[in-house]
């Protein structure tokens, strides 16, 4: 059983900010109010939501319930808070556009990279998740060096973490940019792409789905990317803060871990699948 805590020092001192008329006050500006100060007076916890992000997230078509490790982790936030969780469905290309249209208060599950560091901010990482190839049985190789020819051919997603880390570690190879991480796969399938490249939390389920379509390999030296929680940019940091804080202390006991593994098991990945030496 998953022990969940409830911070009271952290949430009393939120409290006290949001009922506090100076900080609100502060916190006002010409373009409408502040993160704090709108879920303060709506009591609702905004979070963007990607459908078919499995095993992040995931709407069902039935009823059209969510589901997903980030879906829990908001929905202990919310809870914490003793507020209610609403969510907004979105896309990994618009996510960073909604929170600067103010459409969401968080969008969790985005990796910090400089393009969206310039016009949105992060908290610390939620989860560590290390680069995979998803390859054909033929292909062979374990280090990055071993896929840097021109004769390999990775498929990813156009303007992805995947992408950058393709281009970064086997610049040599021939990078298939294709539009959604869907494409990259129908790729391998058809044996346009020898490899895909996926992080881990996203291979291991597609191998459990599909394991014909190839083998995982982890190429070393290991390069992994961070989940992140992002923000719309705002003169007042508090309710960013708190986040940043509250994803710290989940992360620390054990919670964010166990709804990751949790999750993955819904989809037909057990932890004991995890290669050898990678933890969430």
């Known amino acids: 059983m998953i022990k969940r805590r409830v911070f009271n020092m952290v949430l009393g001192g939120f409290a006290v900010a949001l009922a506090s008329p100076a900080v609100i006050a502060s916190a006002a500006r010409a373009q409408g109010k502040s993160s704090l100060d709108r879920i303060k007076s709506s009591g609702v916890l905004r979070i963007g939501g990607i459908p078919d992000g499995v095993p992040g997230y995931q709407k069902a078509l039935t009823d059209g319930q969510w589901r997903g490790f980030y879906v829990d982790i908001a929905q202990q936030l919310a809870s914490d808070l003793g507020i209610k969780l609403s969510i907004v469905e979105t896309t990994w290309g618009n996510s960073v556009l909604d929170l600067q249209a103010d459409k969401i208060d968080v969008f969790f599950g985005l990796n910090p990279t400089p393009q969206r560091a310039e016009v949105i901010d992060f908290s ?52 298939l940019r294709l539009k959604t991480v869907s494409d990259g796969t129908a790729a391998l399938q058809a044996g346009r792409a020898d490899a895909q490249c996926l992080v881990v939390v996203n291979a291991l389920p597609l191998l459990a789905k599909n394991p014909s379509i190839g083998k995982l390999i982890v190429p070393t030296p290991i390069d992994a990317t961070t989940s992140n929680a992002g923000f719309r940019r705002e003169e007042d940091k508090s309710w960013s803060k708190f986040v940043d804080d509250w994803i710290t202390k989940y992360r620390e006991n054990g919670f964010v871990q166990k709804s990751v593994i949790r999750n993955l098991d819904l989809v037909g990945v057990k932890e004991s699948d995890f290669p050898k030496g990678l933890t969430i």
Do not use: H, M, Y
């Open 124 to 175: 610390g990482p939620i989860f560590k998740n290390a680069f995979t190839l998803v390859a054909n049985k033929k292909l062979q190789g374990e280090t990055w060096e071993d896929f840097n020819k021109p004769e390999v051919r990775i498929a990813v997603d156009a303007g992805s973490a995947q992408d950058s880390a393709a281009t970064r570690n086997a610049p040599n190879a021939q990078i």
